[in-house]
């Protein structure tokens, strides 16, 4: 009789300690499935703005042979006058900082 007893009792102490086990390796996995999710959601939203940033820089140049010249030379001047400050704030930095 004891050692149908002890037996018994190793026996429930061993699926209890299964059931324990198996039962983190459940929470594991639903973590695990959470945060799979989220990256999922992540990755998504990345290769969206991934596509947007390829869609803009794949644009065609249009030939300048068929603009407005008048139109054509503000859009130099414009970029003239924003190199020319650029120079300038650079030169200023240098200025300060040396």
Same mark, same amino acid.
Not at 10 to 19: D, E, R, S, T
């Given at each position: 009789? @004891?050692?149908?007893?002890?037996?018994?009792? /190793?026996?429930?102490?061993?699926? $209890?300690?299964?059931?324990?086990?198996?039962?983190?390796?459940?929470? !594991?996995?639903?973590?695990?499935? =959470?945060?799979?999710?989220?990256?999922?959601?992540?990755? $998504?939203?990345? !290769?969206?703005?991934?596509?947007? /940033?390829?869609?803009?820089? %794949?644009?065609? @140049?249009?030939?300048?042979?068929? +603009?407005? @010249? $008048? =139109?054509? =030379? %503000?859009?130099? +001047? #414009? #970029? +003239?006058?924003? #190199?020319?400050?650029?120079?300038?704030?650079? $030169? %200023?930095?240098?200025?300060?900082?040396?």
């Amino acid at each position: 009789m @004891p050692w149908f007893l002890l037996w018994t009792l /190793l026996v429930v102490a061993g699926l $209890a300690l299964i059931g324990w086990l198996v039962w983190r390796v459940v929470r !594991s996995g639903v973590a695990l499935g =959470r945060e799979l999710a989220e990256a999922s959601e992540r990755v $998504a939203a990345l !290769s969206a703005q991934v596509e947007r /940033l390829q869609e803009a820089t %794949r644009r065609e @140049p249009e030939l300048a042979v068929f +603009d407005d @010249p $008048a =139109r054509l =030379r %503000r859009e130099r +001047d #414009r #970029r +003239d006058r924003e #190199r020319r400050r650029a120079r300038a704030r650079a $030169a %200023r930095r240098r200025a300060l900082s040396g």
